[in-house]
């Protein structure tokens, strides 16, 4: 179940960080993701994002549901600052801290603005070299963390109202590229799960493995699966965030719905959020 979450999680993640919309001087949202696997809630994403003309931070907590802390038990926190300069994102530090069944694992990751990278981890670590791919010293620099990410992603989305391009990603432990195309678009119906209700544009996540990855996986999506994260405004004039997640896992279907979201004058809430 442990590394399961990591093929899991990068798509909740990624839905959860991702926001589109012109920056402001100052540009404050808020959401919270529910997530369910096999039809039970699992736990939720809370992310806020804090922009300017010229600088990010992001902030994300995710945390399963305690009702299910009898199976498993899993929370994750992670930050970002940075710089912008148009459609140009300049991560400045990125950190992270998970737990599992009690025990911690976290990264601190910096970066200069040639490019290079330095990062410490924490937690344990694997005596077997041989349990994990080879992770190339020299591929850390010139990436950047999920979070930075997604906002090269968002502010590309805006100059070309396409999901396109492919992103180099480290995050502390694992090296990988991220493939974003374009997933069409979709109608949703009225939900009690989620504050959504119309038509969404679908944003298409591939995973490229770099190095850092466990070699004996025991988990896998569901084979001839797209993982696809549809977005759309909520409310009138407001950001367009990840609304919808659907993908078929070995544990079963999970879904991601957008319960609470808050921007500007907006505040909305799903009715089992209520």
Request: hydrophobic residues 35%; charged residues 25%; proline residues 3%.
């Amino acid at each position: 179940m442990k590394t399961a979450l990591f093929a899991i999680g990068t798509g909740i993640l990624t839905a959860a960080q991702i926001c589109v919309g012109n920056a402001v001087a100052m540009d404050n949202l808020r959401m919270t993701h529910s997530v369910y696997l096999g039809g039970l809630f699992m736990g939720s994403v809370d992310t806020e994002i804090d922009q300017s003309v010229s600088g990010y931070t992001v902030n994300t907590t995710a945390k399963t549901n305690e009702n299910m802390r009898w199976m498993f038990s899993w929370a994750a926190k992670g930050a970002t600052m940075g710089d912008v300069s148009g459609i140009q994102v300049q991560p400045v530090q990125h950190t992270h801290l998970s737990r599992w069944k009690g025990k911690e694992r976290g990264a601190d990751i910096k970066y200069s603005p040639d490019g290079k990278v330095s990062y410490t981890v924490s937690g344990k670590k694997s005596n077997n070299p041989n349990k994990y791919t080879n992770l190339d010293p020299e591929a850390v620099h010139n990436s950047l963390d999920p979070m930075s990410m997604i906002l090269a992603a968002t502010l590309e989305f805006e100059k070309t109202n396409v999901c396109e391009g492919r992103y180099p990603v480290f995050d502390g432990r694992r090296r990988y590229d991220v493939i974003l195309t374009d997933g069409g678009s979709r109608n949703f119906s009225k939900s009690n799960y989620s504050v959504f209700e119309g038509k969404a544009i679908g944003c298409k996540l591939d995973i490229v493995e770099k190095g850092g990855f466990k070699k004996d996986k025991d988990y896998d999506l569901a084979k001839e699966t797209d993982l696809v994260i549809w977005v759309a405004a909520p409310a009138p004039g407001g950001r367009v965030v990840p609304v919808r997640m659907q993908v078929d896992t070995g544990f079963g279907k999970m879904e991601l719905h957008l319960e609470r979201y808050q921007h500007g004058n907006a505040k909305l809430a799903s009715k089992n959020a209520q």
